[in-house]
């Protein structure tokens, strides 16, 4: 006869020495593994500084062991991703400087794209702005230096400089036959972040040029100062290079009540954060559209991609830079440090910004409507207004135009809209949404 209980503990204690022999096998092939990396680890520090070893003695310039570390440092960041970089002495001071205080520049923010060095965007009502620089033109000589293999690092601090000091750049446009030269005079970059207008009486128009710390405060004041005769609202994130995280996110919040708004994954856990929508900070429903374009990256397409998520704006315009990459500046002495990316960017539905961008919902190139005006044939209803006019410009009793001129600061007029065709469609869009949505 079987011992049931005798069976039972023989099957107990065979699993138990299965357990333990399979923990004992596992815990061989980690410490074989740990081994095995600490080996290979050991063999490549080896062999760099063998090849550091040689490179100073035999090289036909003399180099320090000091430049050729800070040589290949430089080398590696920069191999690992367009936005990663080494910071000497010199570019770590450069760093603090552009951060906490004033410097003189262009007005343009700048990226990798397909290895060229181009311009996200230039930003409104700077000196590259004024001077005709497009999102999207490829910088290919900085005051004759080429910048084949230059970071945007060493770019952007060759750009920047005393206030009123020239600069040449010579770019390449889509569209061009010949490579275009552009001559500009830095200046202080100043930003007015958010400006609002008026299209009609009921769609309200916020443009954000850049998500500086003052926009959540001001598309709010904007929204509550018409919320009275508001029915919809276009945002305007065209070449809008980002910004700082929290306002972009805090720009969502405003019009989303709950879901994730964006999140941000790294390989430690420390780096993968959530960032989510809550219905207290919501304080509008109204209908959107977001306006985006090639100069539109990181927090603008975190918006415009997150509200595209959501179901709660209609995108119009044209594919994004794609840049949703996280970076942060890590310092490995008191004078120098390490610019690395840690983490990347998804939106709500999971997908990725990196190297992709948002793709709007409804596609319109830049460009103008043509219109037809025939001064000559007046109606019958507005031929007297029209003479009255002229009148007043003969006798110069033009003050009351004037007035008019002022009035309409804060609004963008019909004829505005004709020569901003992207514009256009997004209003045309909004009205038929505010018809449907009541």
Known sequence: ?????????????????????????????????????????????????????????????????????????????????AHSNYLTKKDYKRLQVETNGEFGGLGITVGMKDGALTVISPIDGTPAAKAGLKAGDIILKINNKSSIDMSIDDAVSIMRGKVGTPIDLTIVRK????????????????????????????????????????????????????????????IDLRNNPGGLLDQAVGTVDMFVDHGIIVSQKGRREAETKEYNAHAYKTITKVPMVVLVNGGSASASEIVSGALQDHKRAVLVGEKTFGKGSVQVVLPITKAEALKLTIARYYLPSGRTIQAVGVTPDVKVLPGELKTYNDDYLLKEANLKAHLKTELAKV???????????????DIITPKMLDKDLQLKSANDIIKALIITKG
Not at 58 to 80: C, E, F, P, R
Not at 189 to 196: L, N, R, Y
Not at 206 to 222: E, L, N, Q, W, Y
Not at 398 to 404: E, H, V
Request: proline residues 1%; charged residues 30%.
């Open 395 to 409: 006798d110069g009793k033009n003050s009351k135009n004037k007035a008019k001129k002022k009035d309409k600061k």
């Open 175 to 234: 569209g061009e036959l010949k490579p275009l030269a552009v001559h500009i005079v830095r200046g202080i970059i100043k930003i007015q972040s958010v400006h609002a207008k008026m299209i009609g009486k009921d769609v309200l128009y916020i443009r954000i040029a850049s998500f500086d710390k003052k926009v959540v405060a001001g598309v709010k004041k904007a929204i509550e100062s018409k919320r009275a005769v508001t029915k919809g609202i276009i």
């Open 1 to 81: 006869m079987i011992n049931k209980k005798v069976l039972t503990r023989n099957f107990a204690f065979a699993a138990l020495g299965a357990t333990l022999a399979f923990s004992t096998t596992l815990m061989a092939k980690e410490s074989v593994t740990k081994a095995e990396t600490a080996a290979s680890r050991l063999q490549a520090l080896s062999k760099f500084t063998k090849v550091l070893g040689i490179v100073e003695e035999y090289d036909v310039d003399k180099v320090t062991i000091n430049q050729l570390v800070d040589k290949a440092l430089k080398g590696m960041m920069q191999n690992l991703d």
